[in-house]
């Protein structure tokens, strides 16, 4: 590809490794050319947009490179984990490299219960990462009608989030079910 005949095409080889080294030293955040994380992203690329890149925490090979929302503020930027459920290999433990892409993080819940069924929030336990189990005087809580919606911020070693027993909250409900948002890393 970069031999013409015999003869070494310098032109091609240097276009060819300027593109490389860009892409080692600047991603652009794509799938072939992943950043680490959405702060490294907008501190390389300030004129990018809030939206959907490629990261991969670990700095491996793009090969388990995931895609992630990145959004900024005007004084933060977070990476939220969106494909949390993904079969292809290495995604597990990229989505526990994000907890290195920022000090914090935070996630939304829902508990649905069945309409009839008022969420009982003095029996809700979640178990985090890091194993410590957190009640209703560790995070804020809204319930409305049949839904608890709980929101969990804290040191990004407690993320993701590993139990959350819906059934406990919902008085044995057997149609309760939880819903959380992506996990956002900041």
Same mark, same amino acid.
């Given at each position: ?35 680490? /994380? ?18 991969? =925490? ?32 290495? $995604? ?10 920022? /000090? ?13 069924? &008022? ?19 560790? $995070? ?9 919606? $709980? ?8 993320? =993701? ?12 409900? =057997?149609?309760?079910? &939880?819903?959380?948002? =992506?996990? /956002?890393?900041?």
């Amino acid at each position: 590809r970069f031999y013409e005949g015999e003869i070494l095409n310098t032109e091609a080889y240097e276009r060819y490794v300027f593109d490389k080294l860009k892409c080692k030293l600047t991603p652009p955040g794509t799938q072939d050319c992943p950043a680490r /994380c959405c702060f490294d992203l907008f501190n390389d690329h300030p004129d990018f947009d809030n939206g959907f890149y490629w990261v991969d =925490p670990n700095l491996g090979t793009n090969v388990d490179a995931i895609k992630v929302f990145c959004k900024k503020t005007f004084n933060t930027t977070q990476t939220c984990a969106i494909d949390t459920a993904s079969s292809h290999a290495g $995604v597990c433990s990229q989505h526990d490299n994000l907890k290195w892409c920022g /000090c914090t993080g935070s996630v939304e819940c829902v508990y649905a219960c069945s309409e009839s069924v &008022v969420p009982d929030t003095a029996h809700m336990k979640i178990i985090t990462s890091a194993r410590k189990k957190l009640t209703v005087d560790d $995070v804020q809580t809204e319930v409305v009608g049949s839904k608890l919606t $709980v929101f969990v911020s804290g040191s990004s070693e407690m993320f =993701p989030l590993k139990k959350m027993h819906p059934q406990h909250v919902c008085k044995n409900d =057997p149609d309760a079910r &939880v819903e959380c948002t =992506p996990v /956002c890393f900041g």
